[in-house]
């Protein structure tokens, strides 16, 4: 299987529709996911995540009008360089900061004794691809045991960008699935699983935690989702929580205030807004702080890969990449976490014995209330854990977090 060109963290879990749902009353509950890797061609990361990144800050925007943003490109979703698998069904493409559950993309919705059409119409459209179609609630379990009665699910008449997969699990902030029901006011938000689960006891705490290990190579054990909590075996010490940040447009999200410092240089200054993102390659900070990087590392542009480069000298003198939240709490990336995984470089276009940094520039200068976006990059070297009931995410080091395995 040839790999594709880039790295996307969106997970893919299987679901299964059931008339007669078993309740497992387990707290909180861990599915292991197993890593697979898409062959759809090279793609440009940056390009992608920069997109992303423009997508967030129109949607937040349209969604104070009441009304949905449009694409800033189409590009196919399954586009992806990894996917997270759990169990043999439906395949859902599960995405942080998209919020809808819906399918019919590759499979065709079948009716069921507890499928119940709601009267709505709904249409999301993303940065990469859209699906328009109608809304129902069903019965959707969520192996092994994850029962979810009178779940709003879209079922798509039309879609596009969704090439082997049959929909997207969306676990992302409640708020982002305002403005989707087209027959609805703009303000009207759908409860996402994790809502309905937490509210149906299924789960003690509306919160999921996200382990994933770094990618060097292609398939195996790879990652986990927990619905409820956290599972301990996976990090190291103790969750650092904060608070999600009052600054919009990465108040919608899983954003927070953070700094960001390389060696002694000041990146980007304390109360900076970020956002954690799944469906996010690259670690993505602003145009003014990606130049501060850019000559502090000695790095040039390398438009092959849309990445910058580095020679192995320059590599030897790089310096620790430190995010600092309000409270003090500093998260490291080594030299070894910025740099691209050297045994893929042929798969984003680059060339065999290269190295390749994962700091890429946003789009815009700093000050706009989306400064960074800590994508896949930084997430595989940190459990994270997404608190909707308490507005806050919480971050904490695993085995991972000082690897050389790029």
């Not at 709003?152 to 082997?164: P, T």
Request: aromatic content about 12%; overall charge neutral; glycine content about 10%.
């Amino acid at each position: 299987m040839t790999l594709t060109s880039f790295l996307s963290s969106l997970l893919l879990l299987a679901l299964l529709a059931a008339a007669k749902p078993v309740v497992v009353n387990r707290f909180p509950v861990t599915l292991p996911l197993t890593r697979f890797i898409n062959s759809t061609g090279v793609y440009n990361l940056l390009q992608h995540d920069q997109a992303r990144a423009q997508v967030f800050k129109l949607k937040n925007r349209a969604l104070g009008r009441g009304s949905a943003p449009a694409a800033i490109i189409n590009e196919p979703i399954t586009n992806a360089f990894v996917y997270y698998l759990r169990c043999i069904g439906w395949r859902w493409q599960s995405s942080y900061n998209f919020s809808n559950t819906w399918l019919g993309a590759g499979k065709k919705y079948v009716l069921s004794s507890t499928s119940k059409f709601t009267g709505d119409l709904v249409y999301v459209r993303y940065g990469s691809g859209f699906f328009s179609g109608s809304e129902w609630n069903d019965t959707v379990t969520i192996e092994p045991g994850l029962v979810i009665p009178k779940q709003s699910i879209g079922v798509a008449v039309v879609s596009s960008g969704f090439k082997n997969i049959d929909g997207i699990l969306g676990v992302g902030p409640v708020d982002l699935t305002a403005g989707t029901l087209t027959t609805k006011p703009g303000s009207t938000t759908i409860p996402t699983v994790t809502d309905n689960l937490f509210k149906n006891g299924a789960i003690t705490s509306n919160e999921i935690g996200v382990f994933f290990a770094p990618i060097t190579q292609a398939p195996g054990q790879g990652g986990e989702i927990t619905w409820g909590g956290a599972d301990t075996a996976k990090f190291d010490g103790s969750i650092n929580y904060t608070p999600i940040t009052g600054t919009s447009p990465a108040s919608a999200y899983w954003g927070i205030d953070e700094s960001i410092t390389y060696g002694g240089t000041t990146i980007l200054e304390t109360t900076k807004y970020s956002n954690f993102c799944t469906g996010t390659t690259l670690i993505l900070i602003a145009t003014d702080a990606y130049k501060k990087y850019l000559v502090a590392t000695g790095a040039t542009f390398d438009s092959a890969t849309g990445l910058l480069t580095i020679t192995l000298a320059e590599y030897n003198n790089l310096q620790n990449l430190v995010f600092t939240t309000p409270d003090g709490v500093h998260y490291t990336l080594i030299p070894n976490a910025q740099i691209w995984p050297r045994s893929l470089n042929a798969n984003i276009g680059g060339t065999p014995g290269s190295i390749y940094l994962i700091i890429g520039d946003i789009g815009s200068n700093s000050g706009q209330g989306l400064d960074f976006i800590n994508g896949f990059a930084f997430l595989q070297r940190f459990y994270s854990v997404y608190d909707t009931g308490n507005r806050r995410v919480g971050l904490a080091t695993t085995p991972f977090t000082t690897s050389t395995a790029n």
